[in-house]
């Protein structure tokens, strides 16, 4: 349940989605994996299984669905999936309130892609490192006539590190608009991202930092983010908090803005799978073109992974 300060009450589903997923023993430590998951609509948007735009418009339609091959030499991925830029962003958990209207992702917006035909490799971990790769190939329609011929028409790699409560990450992605760029066409869409969280007896601290080149297939824009978080456990129960800070750049002054917010969220734990939270978020976004916009929204919530 959210409420807006124009107040206008909405029932929100946030994010809610069910899969299923499996696998089965090859021999010679090998194993067969699979994952099917798709969006749930359980408000009033006329159908429970449908579409779903992707981050900025980038992609859409189901969650990640794939089959692949795990063993000790890692683990390949083919199907539709998140690219490692956005798997090494999630993996860092500065998330604190995820899901919610203080996530990072809500406050400020990564450039993450669910990607349709995906190739990715997952490395093992080496002394608390893992490594990721993505290619993703047929995906530039405008390279001369020579449609979707390429392998890595967009690519992504990442890195992740886990040990003594620290978590940490960097991730890279490369993704062309084809003949879908602004003002021209055969962009490349370049993204960088590093964050980390470390986690010290109740409390744990966050922070990200990303930049975007070339930004929404912009040639003259690039795009500039960071997002501070934090929490404080006591019981069954935490404060969750988050800074963000973002802005968008363009030679075109119709476009770029900048974008500031904070948000503080309280949930309570009835078990590892069943929370509740009240949440309160206020953004200001200031236009290169146009008045300012302030949002501020409050959120009553329950989350249940089963």
Same mark, same amino acid.
């Given at each position: 349940?959210?409420?807006?300060?124009?107040?206008?009450?909405?029932?929100?589903?946030?994010?809610?989605?069910?899969?299923?997923?499996?696998?089965?023993?090859?021999?010679?430590?090998?194993? /067969?994996?699979?994952?099917?998951?798709?969006?749930?609509?359980?408000?009033?948007?006329? !159908?429970?299984?449908?579409?779903?735009?992707?981050?900025?418009?980038?992609?859409?339609?189901?969650?990640?669905?794939?089959?692949?091959?795990?063993?000790?030499?890692?683990?390949?991925?083919?199907?539709?999936?998140?690219?490692?830029?956005?798997?090494?962003?999630?993996?860092?958990?500065?998330?604190?309130?995820?899901?919610?209207?203080?996530?990072?992702?809500?406050?400020?917006?990564?450039?993450?892609?669910?990607?349709?035909?995906?190739?990715?490799?997952?490395?093992?971990?080496?002394?608390?490192?893992?490594?990721?790769?993505?290619?993703?190939?047929?995906?530039?329609?405008?390279? #001369?006539?020579?449609?979707?011929?390429?392998?890595?028409?967009?690519?992504? =790699? #990442?890195?992740?590190?886990?040990?003594?409560?620290?978590?940490? !990450?960097? #991730?890279?992605?490369?993704?062309?608009?084809? !003949?879908?760029?602004?003002?021209?066409?055969?962009?490349?869409?370049?993204?960088?991202?590093?964050?980390?969280? =470390?986690?010290?007896?109740?409390?744990?601290?966050?922070?990200?930092?990303?930049?975007?080149?070339?930004?929404? =297939?912009?040639?003259?824009?690039?795009?500039? /983010?960071?997002?501070?978080?934090?929490?404080?456990?006591?019981?069954?129960? /935490?404060?969750?908090?988050?800074?963000?800070?973002?802005?968008?750049?363009?030679?075109?002054?119709?476009?770029?803005?900048?974008?500031?917010?904070?948000?503080?969220?309280?949930?309570?734990?009835?078990?590892?799978?069943?929370? $509740?939270?009240?949440?309160?978020?206020?953004?200001?976004?200031?236009?290169?073109?146009?008045?300012?916009?302030?949002?501020?929204?409050? !959120?009553?919530?329950? $989350?249940?992974? =089963?």
């Amino acid at each position: 349940l959210t409420i807006s300060v124009s107040k206008v009450w909405k029932v929100n589903s946030r994010t809610s989605r069910i899969g299923f997923k499996g696998s089965e023993d090859l021999g010679n430590g090998l194993k /067969a994996i699979w994952k099917l998951e798709n969006t749930v609509r359980i408000t009033d948007t006329g !159908s429970t299984f449908g579409s779903h735009n992707g981050a900025r418009g980038h992609w859409g339609s189901a969650r990640n669905a794939y089959v692949g091959l795990a063993s000790d030499w890692g683990t390949v991925l083919v199907g539709r999936h998140d690219t490692p830029y956005k798997m090494a962003f999630y993996s860092t958990g500065i998330d604190m309130l995820g899901d919610s209207i203080i996530d990072a992702n809500s406050m400020y917006g990564i450039v993450e892609v669910r990607a349709d035909n995906a190739i990715a490799y997952v490395s093992p971990n080496f002394s608390g490192f893992t490594f990721l790769a993505a290619a993703i190939p047929g995906e530039d329609n405008d390279d #001369g006539g020579d449609a979707r011929d390429g392998l890595a028409d967009h690519y992504s =790699f #990442g890195a992740i590190y886990k040990g003594g409560g620290l978590k940490a !990450s960097l #991730g890279y992605a490369n993704y062309n608009s084809g !003949s879908g760029g602004i003002g021209d066409t055969d962009i490349d869409q370049k993204v960088a991202q590093a964050s980390a969280s =470390f986690t010290f007896g109740a409390f744990k601290i966050g922070g990200s930092y990303e930049y975007t080149d070339n930004y929404v =297939f912009d040639d003259d824009a690039e795009y500039n /983010a960071w997002a501070v978080t934090g929490q404080w456990k006591f019981g069954n129960s /935490a404060i969750n908090g988050v800074y963000v800070d973002s802005n968008y750049n363009s030679e075109d002054d119709t476009r770029g803005e900048e974008k500031d917010g904070w948000g503080v969220g309280l949930e309570h734990n009835f078990s590892k799978r069943s929370k $509740i939270y009240a949440a309160y978020a206020s953004a200001t976004v200031e236009p290169d073109n146009g008045s300012d916009d302030d949002n501020d929204v409050f !959120s009553l919530g329950m $989350i249940h992974i =089963f």
